[in-house]
């Protein structure tokens, strides 16, 4: 579904499914969602925002911790989270249409 991601943990395959509950707890603690937009196009946003936005959105955390998320953020290197960043981004600002 457009919007939707996976990010390899640990050797295992994760959805990020960016749903309005996740979104809405993602706000709550990273702040407004349009800023956050923002602060990524300019070049600002902060690996701990991304992995933070990038846990919020997780289909099935089952064991994950945020730490084991920033761990899969520096494996795969700014450019490896790129995709799914955009995509969660793109819902953010577009919808899934």
């Not at 709550?28 to 902060?46: C, H, I, T, Y």
């Not at 992995?51 to 795969?76: K, T």
Request: hydrophobic letters at 45%; charged letters at 20%.
């Amino acid at each position: 579904m457009r919007g939707e991601a996976s990010l390899t943990v640990a050797g295992r395959s994760y959805l990020l499914r960016p749903t309005f509950a996740a979104l809405i707890a993602a706000e709550e603690e990273l702040g407004p969602l349009f800023a956050l937009v923002d602060r990524a196009g300019s070049g600002n946003l902060k690996l701990a925002e991304m992995a933070s936005l990038f846990w919020h959105c997780l289909d099935e955390p089952a064991d994950l911790s945020r730490e084991d998320i920033g761990q899969a953020v520096i494996q795969h290197g700014l450019a490896g989270c790129a995709e799914p960043l955009r995509n969660v981004l793109g819902t953010i600002l577009q919808g899934r249409g």
